[in-house]
């Protein structure tokens, strides 16, 4: 089965400065995909990025992006230029890519790390 | 946002009473999923559906049951409540097989006193 550890409980940053959130996963697949989401006070869910394994290049979306190292089995958030909207639980997440094999149970399923929650000091 | 409806969004229970929670899409997505939330653990997969009668075990579905007769409907029970069972549950869907995305619905806060 595979795990996703976030080894930070919490972090914070000022507002306007750069902070990255840590998260690693074991895996014994080589297709698979790795999403980080952001859970502010509202409790909903939102998709920040995803990273598919099998792209080497890391995903970037506006003021976030990531550092995937495959072999090393890491995927870190990157968060430029911080806002205080930023501040949230942030989660990463991992599903694995074998969806195309016929009965694959595999159908979305996410498999969670703990969280970090992050503060935006003004 | 897409069409994903949870109710009630706050229940207080009391131990050994059943409880059913809603989840009601109006994407016609074909897969639905149910997780938990509790801290140091993230989201934790309960059950999940991949069509109308077709469900299936997530890694922490002991004391929980599922139903879906329509493809809108899919239903949570605790056929007993328990304490341990006091979390945040979110309702999820996607589209197909092979999407990366899941939406997430604004979750159902129980408490089992």
């Known amino acids: 089965a595979q795990t996703v550890t976030q080894s930070q409980p919490e972090m914070s940053v000022q507002e306007a400065e750069t902070v990255t959130l840590s998260c690693t996963y074991d895996?014994?697949?080589?297709?698979?995909?790795l999403f980080w989401y952001k859970q502010p006070p509202s409790r909903q869910m939102i998709l920040v990025i995803r990273?598919?394994?099998?792209?080497?290049q890391n995903a970037t979306e506006n003021r976030f992006s990531v550092n995937f190292q495959k072999a090393a089995k890491s995927f870190s958030l990157k968060i430029s230029d911080s806002q205080l909207g930023d501040a949230a639980m942030y989660f990463c997440?991992?599903?694995?890519?074998?969806?195309?094999?016929?009965?694959?149970?595999?159908?979305?399923?996410?498999?969670f790390g703990q969280g970090t929650i992050l503060t935006v000091h003004p | 946002d897409a069409g994903i409806t949870q109710s009630p969004r706050h229940k207080v229970t009391e131990t050994g009473t059943p409880v059913t929670l809603r989840c009601h899409q109006t994407?016609?997505?074909?897969?639905m999923y149910w997780y938990r939330q509790d801290p140091g653990h993230g989201l934790r997969l309960i059950h999940y559906?991949?069509?109308?009668?077709?469900?299936d075990k997530g890694e922490v579905s002991d004391g929980y049951s599922v139903s879906r007769s329509k493809t809108e409907d899919f239903l949570l029970t605790l056929e007993s409540a328990t304490s341990s069972q006091t979390s945040v549950y979110f309702c999820?869907?996607?589209?197909?097989?092979?999407?990366?995305?899941?939406?997430f619905g604004s979750g159902t806060q129980l408490s089992v006193l």
């Open positions: 999820a869907i996607s589209e197909r097989r092979a999407s990366e995305k899941l939406f």
């Open positions: 559906s991949y069509g109308v009668k077709d469900t």
């Open positions: 994407e016609n997505h074909r897969y």
């Open positions: 990273q598919e394994a099998y792209k080497q």
């Open positions: 895996t014994s697949e080589s297709d698979y995909y």
């Open positions: 997440a991992y599903r694995s890519g074998g969806a195309a094999n016929a009965g694959g149970t595999s159908y979305g399923k996410l498999t």
